[in-house]
C-alpha cells in the first residue's frame, strides 16, 4: 500500500482496507508484543491523513511515535509487519532509516508541535507555500507542558500548521450531526473571516449602537461556539478549532482535515476515537485497552507467557508496605501507574497518589513541594524519561537538599523498544547531582531494603534503579563490609556486599564490582575465572553513587579492580570508581555501554554484542591479567574496545 494508491480506493474499499489493516496489527502484535491499543484506535485517522496530505511533501509528525503501525502500513511497510520489534527489522516507532514518511524518530512525548513549530518555519523560509505541516498528538501527550509551550509559538504566527488532536480517552463523546459540521466549515471559510474582520473595524466605530452590538454579535458567537466546541481553550490561544470529529467515520475526518488544509494557517481538529476499537480484547480491557501487551493468543488476547515477578510488581508491593507504615510517604506518577508499579499505592492510599500526566518536570518540582511540606515523595518514572527532568532533580531537589526517592524502572538496555528507550543515562546524569546517593538493587530482597534506606535519607535525594522483566533469584552476600572510616564523599546508606571471595590460596588478584542486576552475570564470571585459578571479589557496591567508602579498602586489598554497570560509560559508576582511585596504585577498568544510541534488539542480544556476558567478562579478564603480567614495568593501556578505561 502507498498513499498513491490508496487514493484510488473506493468508500467501500476504504472500509474493507481498515478491517484489514486491524486484522494485520492483532496478528503481528500478538507474536512478540507491541503498542496494540494505540493503532486499532487511529486506522481511519491515518487513512484520511494519508487522503487529504502529500506525505513526505506535507510532513506527518506523530507524537510519541507508539500510534504510527498505521502510517507504516500505508507507507509501503505493511509487508515487512513480521519483523517489527525485531534486530534489522521495523521499529516499533517512527525512524528516519526505515522511510522518506517518517520525519522525527520521537518516543518521548509532547515533542511533535516543537517540531511542527520548527518545520513550518523552515518551510516559510524557504518560500514553499504549499506545504502543510501535520501534528498527531493525543494520548495523554497534551499534558505535557512542552506542547502548552509550542501551541503558544504556534498561535502566535500565521503558518499552516495542522494539529490533529487524537482524544482517545473518555472526556467527550462525538458530536454528530449537521449543525457542528456547518459551524466548522463556516469558521474556516476565508470569506467568514473577512467578514469578521470588517465587523470588528467597522462596527464599533458605528454612533450609538456600534459598540453594544458589537459586543452583543461577538457573546453570542461565543456562546455559539461554546455550545458546539467544548475546547474553548484553543480559541482562546487564537487557533482555529474543528470538532470534535468522529475519528472512525473516513467521510467526515476528510471533510475536517480538507477544510483544516485549506485554511493555510494553525487550526486544531479534534478527533475523537477509541483506543483498541474492533478487537473485543483490547476494547473490553478496563484498564489500558490492551496498550503495550506482551506476546499473547490472537484468539483471547491473553498473554502466552506464564507469568512471573518481575521488577515492577516486587517496588510496587514494598510501597504498600511503606504506605502502611509511614504516613509520610507519597506516590508521583507521571501518567504511568500501572507500568511504574504504583497502581497498588493509589487503591490503598488515594489520597497520596498523585498522577500529574506525562510531566516529568512539573512531578520533580512537585515531589520537592512535597518534600518541603514535610512529606517523603517517591517519584516513579521509566529511566529514560529521567533525562527530561534532570533540571528539577538538580536544582529543585538536591539544591534543597530535600527527601526525593525517584525510582527507574526500565534502566540499562531496554531491548525492543529502541534507542529512545534505553535507560542508559541515569547514572551518568545522577553522578553530576551532588548529593544525591544512587542504588541499585540486585535482586528482590536488596530492592525492598534499598527502598526502605531511600524514605530514611532525609538530606538530599536518593535514587532506586532497576532493569526491565523478571526479577532474578535471590543472590545471597557472603558478609556486608563497612569500613572503618567514613571520608568525605562517600555514601553514608550503610556498606557493600561480598557476594564471592577467593577461595583457599587463591590470591585476591581481581576485585569485581558488579552493579544493581549485573551481579548473577558477574557471580558467573568470577566461577569461570576461578577454574583458571585467578582470584575474584565480587563485590555489590548497593549504593553506588557516591562510591562507597568500602571500594577504597577492598581495592587497596586486589591487583586489579574491574567495574560493570548497564550504563554509560561516560561519567557513570565505572567513571566514578577510577576517580576514586585516582591517587592509588590499582588499575581501573571500565565494562560499561558504549556512548551511543544502541539499536533495537533484545536486551540478551545487545549484552553478547557488547561483551557484557559472564562469559565474555572472564575472557576479558584473563586478557587483561595475561598482559599485565608480560608487562612487568606496570599497568598497560589496552585501548580494546569503547567501554574500556584504564590507567
Not at 514518511?101 to 507555500?129: F, M, P, Q, V
Not at 542508559?424 to 530492592?447: H, Q
Amino acid at each position: 500500500m502507498s498513499p498513491a494508491r490508496l487514493r484510488e480506493l473506493s468508500p467501500s474499499q476504504l472500509t474493507e482496507l481498515a478491517a484489514g489493516i486491524r486484522d494485520l496489527l492483532v496478528e503481528q502484535t500478538s507474536k512478540r508484543g507491541g503498542h496494540l491499543g494505540p493503532n486499532l484506535g487511529i486506522v481511519e485517522l491515518t487513512i484520511a491523513l494519508h487522503l487529504v496530505f502529500d506525505s513526505p511533501r506535507d510532513p506527518v509528525l506523530f507524537d510519541t511515535g507508539h500510534q504510527a503501525y498505521v502510517h507504516k502500513i500505508l507507507t509501503g511497510r505493511g509487508g515487512q509487519f513480521d519483523t517489527l520489534r525485531t534486530r534489522g527489522g521495523l521499529s516499533g516507532y517512527p525512524s528516519r532509516a526505515e522511510s522518506e514518511h517518517d520525519w522525527i524518530e520521537n518516543s518521548h512525548a509532547s515533542t511533535s508541535l516543537s517540531y511542527a513549530d520548527g518545520l513550518a518555519k523552515a518551510i516559510a523560509l524557504r518560500g514553499e507555500s504549499d506545504r502543510t505541516v501535520v501534528a498527531v498528538i493525543g494520548d495523554g501527550a497534551l499534558t505535557g507542558g512542552m506542547a502548552w509551550e509550542a501551541l503558544n509559538n504556534i498561535a502566535g504566527a500565521d503558518r499552516p500548521v495542522v494539529i490533529v488532536l487524537n482524544d482517545n480517552g473518555r472526556s467527550y463523546a462525538p458530536t454528530t450531526g449537521g449543525m457542528a459540521q456547518r459551524m466548522a466549515a463556516l469558521r474556516l471559510r476565508p470569506g467568514y473571516e473577512r467578514m469578521l474582520g470588517r465587523v470588528k473595524h467597522t462596527l464599533p466605530r458605528t454612533p450609538v449602537v456600534g459598540g453594544p452590538l458589537y459586543a452583543a454579535l461577538h457573546a453570542a458567537k461565543s456562546a455559539v461556539k461554546d455550545w458546539f466546541v467544548p475546547q474553548t481553550m484553543f480559541a482562546d490561544l487564537g487557533l482555529k478549532y474543528v470538532g470534535p470529529v468522529d475519528g472512525h467515520d473516513v467521510e467526515a475526518l476528510v471533510q475536517a482535515l480538507s477544510g483544516a488544509r485549506s485554511f493555510r494557517g494553525p487550526v486544531v481538529v479534534h478527533c475523537v476515537t477509541r483506543k483498541g476499537l474492533g478487537y473485543h480484547p483490547a476494547e473490553t480491557d478496563e484498564a489500558e485497552q490492551m496498550h503495550s501487551p506482551p506476546a499473547f493468543d490472537p484468539a483471547t488476547g491473553k498473554p502466552v507467557a506464564a507469568t512471573t515477578t518481575t521488577w515492577t510488581h516486587v517496588f510496587g508491593r514494598e510501597m504498600v508496605v511503606a504506605g502502611a507504615e509511614r504516613p509520610d510517604v507519597v506516590a508521583i506518577t507521571a501518567a504511568m501507574s500501572g507500568p511504574t508499579g504504583l497502581t497498588s499505592f493509589g487503591t490503598a492510599f488515594p489520597d497520596r497518589m498523585f498522577d500529574v500526566g506525562i510531566a516529568e518536570q512539573h512531578a520533580l518540582t512537585s515531589a520537592a513541594g512535597l518534600a518541603m511540606g514535610g512529606m517523603h515523595p517517591v517519584v516513579a518514572v521509566y529511566s529514560t524519561f529521567l533525562n527530561r527532568a534532570f533540571d528539577q532533580l538538580l536544582m529543585d531537589c538536591a539544591l534543597h537538599r530535600l527527601g526525593v526517592t525517584v525510582v527507574l524502572d526500565r534502566a540499562g538496555v531496554t531491548g525492543e523498544d529502541g534507542p529512545s528507550h534505553h535507560g542508559m543515562w541515569d547514572m551518568s546524569l545522577a553522578a553530576i547531582v551532588p548529593g544525591l546517593r544512587m542504588a541499585a538493587p540486585r535482586d528482590a530482597a536488596t530492592l525492598a531494603e534499598e527502598l526502605h534506606e531511600a524514605l530514611a535519607v532525609t538530606d538530599g535525594p536518593t535514587v532506586l534503579r532497576f532493569p526491565k522483566g523478571a526479577v532474578p533469584a535471590t543472590i545471597p552476600a557472603v558478609r556486608r563490609f563497612v569500613a572503618a572510616e567514613q571520608p568525605a564523599g562517600g555514601s553514608s546508606v550503610g556498606g557493600v556486599d561480598i557476594l564471592v571471595e577467593p577461595v583457599g590460596r587463591q590470591d585476591r588478584d581481581v576485585l569485581l564490582v558488579a552493579v544493581g542486576a549485573f551481579a548473577a552475570m558477574a557471580v558467573e564470571a568470577a566461577r569461570l575465572l576461578a577454574a583458571q585459578g585467578i582470584g575474584v571479589t565480587v563485590v555489590d557496591p548497593r549504593w553506588a553513587l557516591p562510591v562507597p567508602a568500602e571500594i577504597d579498602a577492598l581495592a587497596a586489598q586486589h591487583r586489579l579492580v574491574v567495574t560493570v554497570e548497564d550504563g554509560g560509560r561516560s561519567g557513570g559508576v565505572g567513571a566514578a570508581v577510577t576517580d576514586r582511585l585516582a591517587d592509588t596504585d590499582v588499575p581501573v577498568h571500565v565494562l560499561a555501554l558504549p556512548q551511543q544510541f544502541l539499536e533495537s534488539a533484545s536486551r540478551g542480544e545487545l549484552l553478547v554484542d557488547l561483551g557484557l556476558t559472564g562469559q565474555a567478562v572472564a575472557r576479558g579478564i584473563t586478557e587483561l591479567i595475561a598482559r599485565r603480567a608480560m608487562d612487568v614495568s606496570g599497568p598497560v593501556v589496552s585501548g580494546s574496545g569503547p567501554e574500556s578505561i584504564e590507567r
